[in-house]
């Protein structure tokens, strides 16, 4: 079996996009999540998927058939990614936090992209749920990326082109 520690130092280096993913509880309060596993998973039917943590609050919240935001973020919003990072009270990480309701769902403003949709299903991924979500709306804006790599934020930087 693989050493724990060479795992998590590989996957370390692997670059991450920063998303916060929300959702609106049945007490119609804004719940959120950091998570740095978000991918595309199809184009047809349009598909993404992100894994949270099975001891994850935000996960009571997104059962197949709930609808979910995916706040995808700029590189100027690494403050909000680290205060959705944290463990806390249901709906508090919200305290403080410019946002607004978009599609129903708490979206968070100068973000670089938006995307939400319904949770298609779980899938067992050990410590993690991965979690299907059909793809209903989205949006990019020019803003650069945050991403997250050897433990620190940063953003993309395209390579120059060979002559």
């Known amino acids: 079996m693989i050493d724990r520690d060479a795992f998590v130092e590989l996957m370390s280096g692997v670059c991450a996009p920063v998303t916060v993913i929300t959702a609106t509880g049945a007490d119609r309060r804004p719940h959120g999540s950091t998570v ?45 990614a680290s205060a959705f990072a944290r463990r806390s009270q249901e709906g508090s990480k919200f305290d403080g936090v410019a946002w607004t309701r978009r599609a129903g769902l708490p ?11 319904l949770v298609q299903r779980h899938v067992d991924g050990g410590d993690h749920i991965l979690l299907v979500v059909c793809v209903e709306e989205a949006e990019t804006t020019p803003v650069p990326p945050l991403t997250y790599a050897r433990r620190v934020f940063g953003t993309h930087t395209p390579l120059a082109v060979a002559s």
């Open 36 to 80: 740095s596993s978000f991918a595309s998973l199809s184009l047809d039917p349009p598909l993404v998927s992100f894994a949270l943590d099975r001891a994850s609050g935000l996960l009571n919240h997104l059962q197949p058939g709930d609808r979910v935001g995916v706040n995808i973020l700029g590189a100027h919003q690494r403050a909000l």
């Open 107 to 117: 979206h968070l403003p100068e973000s670089a992209g938006w995307t939400a949709g």
